[in-house]
T-cell receptor, first 117, second 115 residues
Framework: AQKITQTQPGMFVQEKEAVTLDCTYD???????LFWYKQPSSGEMIFLIYQGSYDQQNATEGRYSLNFQKARKSANLVISASQLGDSAMYFC??????????????FGKGTSLLVTP | DSGVTQTPKHLITATGQRVTLRCSPRSGDLSVYWYQQSLDQGLQFLIQYYNGEERAKGNILERFSAQQFPDLHSELNLSSLELGDSALYFCASSAGAGGITDTQYFGPGTRLTVL
């Protein structure tokens, strides 16, 4: 079963506007970590932001923030004041705390974001 | 720049051949992970090494093998290559053994094309 679901294959946003990229996850483990990565057209995977399941506050890193709604099992990425350089694929990923789940990151299929002038 | 290096950047080879992909983790990181990214399968975890020992195994084919050396660099060996092995192969590293807070930093990837 898919553990990470990103329902938006592609999104458009105008420069300087804010955009929300959706991510829902599926786990019965009370302990888990959620990660967002950016993959520009050049191919590298860039770590953006992390949210732990026990964190009381939503994570923020510069223009990136995570709208974490634990009961709804969602961890949406919010990018404020979009820039042309934000155009990329964005991946949501989860690691569960139970060692029986392994130590790998489970990735969603990604959302392609295009920022227009 | 994540601090993770991968060589080569591109690799073109023929079916049936064997190749080796190399990865150097960030300074101080003990874990190395290998991932395969293809259009149809997305990002798939292959294998993790922690301080020289295999820690976790994912969807790694028997034709593929990996190891982590005493200096912590890692190599992924792909043999009897098939057309379907064409993909972007990422190495990632993290400081710890893989706990939920253990952020993985990715290298630039090796793009493998099998003709």
């Amino acid at each position: 079963a898919q553990k990470i679901t990103q329902t938006q294959p592609g999104m458009f946003v105008q420069e300087k506007e804010a955009v929300t990229l959706d991510c829902t996850y599926d786990t019965s483990d009370p302990s888990y970590g959620l990660f967002w990565y950016k993959q520009p057209s050049s191919g590298e995977m860039i770590f953006l932001i992390y949210q732990g399941s026990y964190d009381q506050q939503n994570a923020t890193e510069g223009r990136y923030s995570l709208n974490f709604q634990k009961a709804r099992k969602s961890a949406n990425l919010v990018i404020s004041a979009s820039q042309l350089g934000d155009s990329a694929m964005y991946f949501c990923a989860m690691r569960e705390g139970n060692p029986n789940s392994g130590y790998a990151l489970n990735f969603g299929k990604g959302t392609s974001l295009l920022v227009t002038p | 720049d994540s601090g993770v290096t991968q060589t080569p950047k591109h690799l073109i080879t023929a079916t049936g051949q064997r190749v080796t992909l190399r990865c150097s983790p960030r300074s101080g990181d003990l874990s190395v992970y290998w991932y395969q990214q293809s259009l149809d399968q997305g990002l798939q975890f292959l294998i993790q090494y922690y301080n020289g020992e295999e820690r976790a195994k994912g969807n790694i084919l028997e034709r593929f093998s990996a190891q982590q050396f005493p200096d912590l660099h890692s190599e992924l060996n792909l043999s009897s290559l098939e057309l379907g092995d064409s993909a972007l192969y990422f190495c990632a590293s993290s400081a710890g053994a893989g706990g939920i807070t253990d952020t993985q930093y990715f290298g630039p990837g090796t793009r493998l094309t099998v003709l």
